[in-house]
């Protein structure tokens, strides 16, 4: 049987959040305008934000840095986000990977209607 | 440093085999859909086994998920509506990927809040039955039709209207499960909502049909259609909206309307009567005035004249009951009479 001491575990561990970290980085600085500092500045305050709603795997954090690094890291204390706050705290939703679900499904409909309505709005269609 | 969770989350990575994950866990969807068949985003819902409980909301797509779930019953209940507010209308099975749930279910212990009892609520200007059922998780007639709002009922005759100061009774929801198992997805309607907004377009008296026409409701997607062969546009609108901009197009010129929705006042009130009149296309003053202006009573004649009575110019009680039951009523056109006659 192989046992795996709490060192070891630790060390592992330690691996698995660098790399993470790394995966991180290198995902904001493909999809968003950052530069290496930015990014390293973004990442572990988005972690530390993250664990503030509970969110801690993996695919959990790639939507929160995408969150972050579009709305800025401070999102959430923004009068007109409140919603976004008050849907990662939800209690009516019991896991915190639904909860930011939910967000960022909410997120990308709204851009949805947004862009529909735009097209609605130029008046050619009414004639 | 690592957090004991950031160690549970390594663990459970570094661990995780794609095969094991999936082994017998099940998930369980639910699509809420609303009386015009779109989803219904934000519905709370709980599933329940024994003392212990999931909890989730419906997305903007309308769908909650269940995951991590045991091949078992389980009882569903959305938890914020009142047992008239929703019915389930269809089950269909999920197919192999959907059904399988590589997700933890965060089981929690399951409370029984009181909910007995109501509340009775004094109306706010811009209150409706509609958005406070919307509010309160009740479908919109169980307000109404409520043996404690008879007399307000009596007083007020439609359920689109609220006067100030009104006090409406509330009731408690009344909670109701069914019992669901994971491979299936529930097909829930939500009962009076949105809600249904008719209009009816005149153009100089006459109904502007087959119109093409588009109605901006703020953070809402823009809904588009044409009015029918009597000029009535119907559309679905949150009940929780409270002001649209209608655009169309008459005459070769681009027209838009300010809609303020759930605003109409009693019939028989003053700022009641005028609403209605300006409505349907006379122009009296907006801010009640007692004498009645000279625009008042313009516009109250030209009604009177149209409609065949006495022409005084004042708002008596048999021209504001006119005004009530045009406006409120569904008289599908106008009396063919008087210089508004129509061909005239």
Same mark, same amino acid.
């Given at each position: 049987?192989?046992?795996?001491?709490?060192?070891?575990?630790?060390?592992?561990?330690?691996?698995?959040?660098?790399?993470?970290?790394?995966?991180?980085?290198?995902?904001?600085?493909? @999809?968003?305008?950052?530069?290496?500092?930015?990014?390293?500045?973004?990442?572990?305050?988005?972690?530390?934000?993250?664990?503030?709603?509970?969110?801690?795997?993996?695919?959990?954090?790639?939507?929160?840095?995408?969150?972050?690094?579009?709305?800025?890291?401070? @999102?959430?204390?923004?009068?007109?986000?409140?919603?976004?706050?008050?849907?990662?705290?939800?209690?009516?939703?019991?896991?915190?990977?639904?909860?930011?679900?939910?967000?960022?499904?909410?997120?990308? /409909?709204?851009?949805?209607?947004?862009?529909?309505?735009?097209?609605?709005?130029?008046?050619?269609?009414?004639? | 440093?690592?957090?004991?969770?950031?160690?549970?989350?390594?663990?459970?990575?570094?661990?995780?085999?794609?095969?094991?994950? $999936?082994?017998?866990?099940?998930?369980?969807?639910?699509?809420?859909?609303?009386?015009?068949?779109?989803?219904?985003?934000?519905?709370?819902?709980?599933?329940?086994?024994?003392?212990? $409980?999931?909890?989730?909301?419906?997305?903007?797509?309308?769908?909650?998920? @269940?995951?991590?779930?045991?091949?078992?019953?389980?009882?569903?209940?959305? $938890?914020?509506?009142?047992?008239?507010?929703?019915?389930?209308?269809?089950?269909?099975?999920?197919?192999?990927?959907?059904?399988?749930?590589?997700?933890?279910?965060?089981?929690?212990?399951?409370?029984?809040?009181?909910?007995?009892?109501?509340?009775? /609520?004094?109306?706010?200007?811009?209150?409706?039955?509609?958005?406070?059922?919307?509010?309160?998780?009740?479908?919109?007639?169980?307000?109404?039709?409520?043996?404690?709002?008879?007399?307000?009922?009596?007083?007020?005759?439609?359920?689109?209207?609220?006067?100030?100061?009104?006090?409406? @009774?509330?009731?408690?929801?009344?909670?109701?499960?069914?019992?669901?198992?994971?491979?299936?997805?529930?097909?829930?309607?939500?009962?009076?909502?949105?809600?249904?907004?008719?209009?009816?377009?005149?153009?100089?008296?006459?109904?502007?049909?087959?119109?093409?026409?588009?109605?901006?409701?703020?953070?809402?997607?823009?809904?588009?259609?044409?009015?029918?062969?009597?000029?009535?546009?119907?559309?679905?609108?949150?009940?929780?909206?409270?002001?649209?901009?209608?655009?169309?197009?008459?005459?070769?010129?681009?027209?838009?309307?300010?809609?303020?929705?759930?605003?109409?006042?009693?019939?028989?009130?003053?700022?009641?009567?005028?609403?209605?009149?300006?409505?349907?296309?006379?122009?009296?003053?907006?801010?009640?005035?007692?004498?009645?202006?000279?625009?008042?009573?313009?516009?109250?004649?030209?009604?009177?004249?149209?409609?065949?009575?006495?022409?005084?110019?004042?708002?008596?009680?048999?021209?504001?009951?006119?005004?009530?039951?045009? /406006?409120?009523?569904?008289?599908?056109?106008?009396?063919? /009479?008087?210089?508004?006659?129509?061909?005239?």
């Amino acid at each position: 049987m192989l046992i795996i001491r709490s060192e070891q575990m630790q060390a592992m561990t330690q691996v698995w959040s660098d790399r993470l970290e790394q995966t991180l980085k290198d995902h904001v600085q493909e @999809f968003f305008p950052l530069s290496a500092q930015e990014a390293a500045v973004l990442i572990p305050a988005a972690r530390a934000k993250a664990a503030s709603y509970d969110l801690y795997n993996e695919r959990d954090l790639h939507r929160f840095v995408n969150v972050c690094a579009e709305e800025g890291i401070d @999102f959430d204390l923004k009068p007109e986000n409140a919603w976004m706050r008050t849907m990662l705290l939800d209690p009516a939703v019991s896991s915190p990977s639904q909860r930011l679900e939910l967000l960022t499904s909410t997120r990308e /409909h709204q851009a949805r209607v947004q862009a529909d309505n735009a097209s609605l709005a130029a008046p050619q269609w009414l004639r | 440093m690592i957090s004991a969770a950031e160690a549970a989350a390594a663990a459970r990575s570094l661990s995780a085999s794609p095969v094991s994950a $999936c082994q017998n866990r099940f998930a369980v969807e639910v699509l809420m859909l609303g009386e015009d068949a779109a989803p219904v985003a934000g519905v709370a819902l709980e599933l329940r086994q024994g003392n212990a $409980c999931l909890r989730s909301r419906t997305s903007a797509e309308g769908v909650a998920r @269940f995951d991590g779930l045991d091949a078992s019953t389980y009882t569903l209940c959305p $938890c914020e509506l009142d047992l008239d507010a929703w019915t389930l209308e269809a089950e269909q099975p999920l197919s192999e990927d959907q059904a399988r749930s590589a997700g933890k279910a965060n089981w929690a212990s399951a409370t029984d809040e009181d909910i007995r009892g109501g509340t009775l /609520h004094t109306a706010a200007a811009d209150d409706s039955v509609d958005r406070l059922a919307l509010a309160h998780g009740l479908f919109p007639a169980t307000v109404w039709q409520h043996p404690r709002n008879d007399a307000l009922r009596k007083a007020r005759q439609s359920r689109n209207v609220l006067a100030q100061g009104d006090a409406l @009774f509330i009731p408690a929801i009344r909670r109701k499960t069914i019992a669901v198992q994971p491979k299936v997805r529930y097909i829930l309607k939500r009962h009076g909502v949105p809600s249904r907004l008719r209009l009816r377009l005149l153009d100089d008296f006459q109904p502007l049909a087959d119109l093409a026409w588009t109605l901006a409701v703020p953070g809402e997607a823009t809904v588009q259609g044409r009015t029918d062969a009597d000029g009535v546009l119907q559309a679905w609108v949150s009940a929780a909206a409270s002001s649209a901009v209608l655009s169309y197009i008459a005459n070769g010129a681009l027209r838009e309307l300010n809609i303020s929705l759930g605003a109409l006042l009693p019939g028989r009130v003053a700022g009641g009567w005028r609403q209605r009149l300006r409505n349907l296309g006379f122009a009296c003053d907006a801010e009640d005035r007692q004498p009645l202006s000279a625009a008042d009573q313009r516009a109250i004649g030209r009604f009177q004249e149209y409609w065949g009575l006495p022409v005084t110019g004042t708002a008596d009680a048999i021209t504001i009951e006119k005004i009530r039951s045009v /406006h409120d009523g569904r008289q599908a056109a106008p009396p063919a /009479h008087g210089k508004y006659a129509s061909g005239s």
